[in-house]
């Protein structure tokens, strides 16, 4: 886990202040971070995995095109790239066998979105 969900040495949880906002402003830097991360652990054959990044953070807002244009440097590190948040999905690369998600789309419809 990381260091956020690790008690420090009193036992307790570090705070972090809600910024709901922020996701939407660095989530596309903090998506190419994780994807620079998994290019730096150099795996064998990365070409051929199908890399999945999940959001975790508040991603409302968040821009489909800025996070394509931020992981085009690692893009062609790996067969696909895809970004799971707690709602949505989409492809920033992948190929016709697997198909592609290029938009930023919802996992699932609430059952008060449909009309009964």
């Known amino acids: 886990m990381t260091d956020d969900h690790k008690p ?3 036992g307790r949880f570090p705070v972090q202040p809600y910024e709901p906002g922020r996701g939407t402003i660095d989530g ?3 998506i190419a971070e994780a994807v620079r991360r998994k290019v730096a652990a150099n795996y064998s054959a990365s070409r051929e995995l199908n890399l ?3 959001a975790n953070f508040p991603t409302d807002g ?3 095109g800025l996070i394509c ?5 690692g893009s062609s590190n790996f067969a696909s790239i ?14 016709p066998s697997l198909g592609a998600i ?3 789309r919802l996992i699932y ?8």
């Open 8 to 10: 420090g040495p009193d």
């Open 28 to 30: 596309p830097g903090w």
């Open 52 to 54: 999945l990044v999940y």
């Open 62 to 64: 968040l821009d489909y």
């Open 69 to 73: 244009t931020s992981v085009l440097e």
């Open 82 to 95: 895809w970004v799971v948040t707690n709602h949505q999905i989409c492809s920033v690369t992948s190929f």
């Open 102 to 104: 290029p938009e930023l």
């Open 109 to 116: 419809e609430s059952r008060e979105q449909f009309a009964l």
